[in-house]
Structures are given as structure tokens and as C-alpha cells.
């Protein structure tokens, strides 16, 4: 399984932006589909995340102001950013964990995207 993030870039604090991250393979399950970022000098910290069963969950830095959302057809996610603050830029990664079949043998995964790039400027 492979995790392709994009959507990222350098917008002015108050406006938009929509990530997206595809999972691309065969045979897999997604069971939690989750963003987070890391700024720099500062640990990695959840964003977003949504599970198999609908349960979203998010920082609450971001509450009211950030919207995840999954297109399980397509094995997408998307975080739209709305009403973005200087402090919101990071690198953010995609998460992906489930499983994937080989045969008849189950794997459990956990993979991370590349990450993209927020840079909200004041």
C-alpha cells in the first residue's frame, strides 16, 4: 500500500486549502485514514483522523476550522482547511492502517504519505 499526499502550498492566514491523500495497491482494508503535521522543532501531532466505522476525531487546534473526510471508493482522504493561522504551517502527513491480503495470509499495515507543505503566512 502506498500513500500519495498533495495539496499543499503558501496561502495568506484566513483563507483555504484541501489536501488529499490517495492509497493505492491491492487487496487492502483501511480501518483508520488520519492526517497530522509536524512544524518545525515540534513533535508530529494528530490533525484528523477518521476510522472504518465514521468516527472522526480531531485536535482541538483545529476544531471548527478543519473538516476531514474519506471517499472509500476511491481510498482517499481529504482535510479541508478553513480559516488558516500562521501556526497551522507544518509538513502534513497522511496515515494509513488496516490490512492487506497476500494468498490467504492477512497483514496489518501502517504507512505514512510523503507529506506536503502548509505554509500560512501572516
Known amino acids: 500500500v502506498q500513500l500519495q499526499a498533495s495539496g499543499g502550498g503558501l496561502v495568506q492566514a484566513g483563507n483555504s486549502l484541501r489536501l488529499s491523500c490517495t492509497a493505492s495497491?491491492?487487496?487492502?482494508?483501511?480501518?483508520?485514514f488520519g492526517w497530522y503535521r509536524q512544524a518545525p522543532g515540534k513533535q508530529r501531532e494528530l490533525v484528523a483522523v477518521?476510522?472504518?466505522?465514521?468516527?472522526?476525531n480531531y485536535a482541538d487546534s483545529v476544531k471548527g476550522r478543519f473538516a476531514i473526510s474519506r471517499d472509500n471508493a476511491k481510498n482517499t482522504l481529504f482535510l479541508q482547511m478553513n480559516s488558516l493561522k500562521p501556526e497551522d504551517t507544518a509538513v502534513y502527513y497522511c496515515?494509513?492502517?488496516?490490512?492487506?491480503?497476500?494468498?490467504?495470509?492477512?497483514?496489518?499495515?501502517?504507512?505514512w504519505g510523503q507529506g506536503t507543505q502548509v505554509t500560512v503566512s501572516s
Open positions: 496515515n494509513a492502517a488496516g490490512a492487506y491480503y497476500s494468498g490467504l495470509s492477512r497483514f496489518e499495515f501502517d504507512f
Open positions: 495497491g491491492s487487496a487492502f482494508s483501511i480501518r483508520t
Open positions: 477518521s476510522d472504518s466505522g465514521g468516527i472522526l
